[in-house]
């Protein structure tokens, strides 16, 4: 099915470790982003990528980098993990004529201790 | 900026009860107007969405109507089921900057 695909679905990393969360989709989307969901919490956007070659800090960018690689992926690195990075990670990618409402991935569950 | 304000939860209603999760939203300009659906341990999923004033999404038996008068979004259903318990996001298309702008998320658990 069309959509958008993320991997790994669950992981635990040691604090300092780094790791890459991959992003992928096949609606030829020109929009993505990566966005954190702590529990209790809403939506916190990390970074966005407007379109292949371009990348954008949202409201919560520190300890994250992020690659466009192509039309299609968008990877998010954690560079030296924190446990303030325990979080579900979710993708999403868009385009004007869905007036950009987002088709989101299943989610990360990424656990640091 | 563009902001959205949803309803505060947690809401806890009776199977088959009316249910009403009000959004109201700020912005320059005529956003397209979404509201999403998350199930508990899964990613969000969009349940609706209106592109215009007076515009009416609906899905699954839930409607909102987008109001440009009271700036409002609010999302309703007539007799909601203990399958509905979920995650409810209002959203708006930022459509200069290409994303969307989340509520905070309304938590809804439907009791039988």
């Known amino acids: 099915n069309a959509g958008v695909t993320q991997t790994p679905k669950f992981q635990v990393l040691k604090t300092g470790q780094s790791m890459t969360l991959q992003c992928a989709q096949d609606m030829n989307h020109n929009s993505m982003y990566w966005y954190r969901q702590d529990p209790g919490m809403g939506l916190r956007l990390i970074y966005y990528s407007a379109s292949e070659g371009t990348t954008d800090k949202g409201e919560v960018p520190n300890g994250y980098n992020v690659s466009r690689l192509n039309k299609r992926e968008f990877s998010l690195r954690l560079e030296s993990a924190a446990p303030s990075q325990t979080s579900v990670y979710f993708c999403?990618?868009?385009?004007?004529?869905?007036?950009?409402?987002?088709?989101f991935g299943s989610g990360t569950r990424l656990t640091v201790v | 900026g563009d902001s959205v304000t949803q309803m505060e939860g947690p809401v806890t209603l009776s199977e088959e009860a009316f249910l009403t999760i009000n959004c109201t939203y700020t912005?320059?300009?005529?956003?397209?107007l979404f509201w999403y659906v998350q199930y508990p341990g899964e990613g969000l999923q969009l349940l609706l969405k209106?592109?215009?004033?007076?515009d009416k999404g609906s899905n699954k038996g839930f409607e909102a109507t987008y109001r440009k008068e009271t700036t409002s979004f609010h999302l309703e259903k007539g007799s909601v089921q203990v399958s509905d318990s979920a995650v409810y996001f209002c959203a708006l298309s930022d459509q200069g900057a290409q994303k969307l702008v989340f509520g905070q998320g309304t938590r809804l658990t439907i009791n039988p």
């Open positions: 912005a320059t300009g005529y956003p397209s």
């Open positions: 999403a990618s868009s385009a004007p004529e869905t007036n950009y409402g987002y088709t």
């Open positions: 209106a592109t215009k004033a007076d």
